[in-house]
């Protein structure tokens, strides 16, 4: 099992730049960032927010990490160590 030790930065950073969310608006010490599915897709967009904090919390991870969509909260944890 990898590290679930991320701060919101580093979640964000790997949103935004390998997982295709955009960054819509800053609230706060929250980012808001959405993902819009490709026509071809039959999914509805995704809207994902991210304290800010140095530390998130494993339950607030859990929700951004089901908020993304993932379907496995290990996988997501370990997508996210390999592009921060």
């Known amino acids: 099992m990898g590290t679930r ?3 919101g930065e ?3 950073k790997v949103l935004v730049n390998a997982g295709n969310f955009e960054h819509v608006r800053t609230s706060g010490s929250h980012v808001i ?3 819009t599915p490709p ?3 039959d999914t509805e967009p995704r809207r994902v927010t991210v304290p800010l904090h ?3 919390d494993l339950g607030t991870l859990q929700s951004i990490a089901e908020q993304a ?3 496995d909260f290990d996988s997501f944890c370990a997508w996210v160590d390999r592009h921060r």
């Open 5 to 7: 030790d991320f701060s």
């Open 10 to 12: 580093d979640v964000y």
């Open 33 to 35: 960032v959405e993902w």
């Open 39 to 41: 026509p071809d897709h």
């Open 54 to 56: 140095d530390r998130i």
């Open 69 to 71: 969509g993932a379907n």
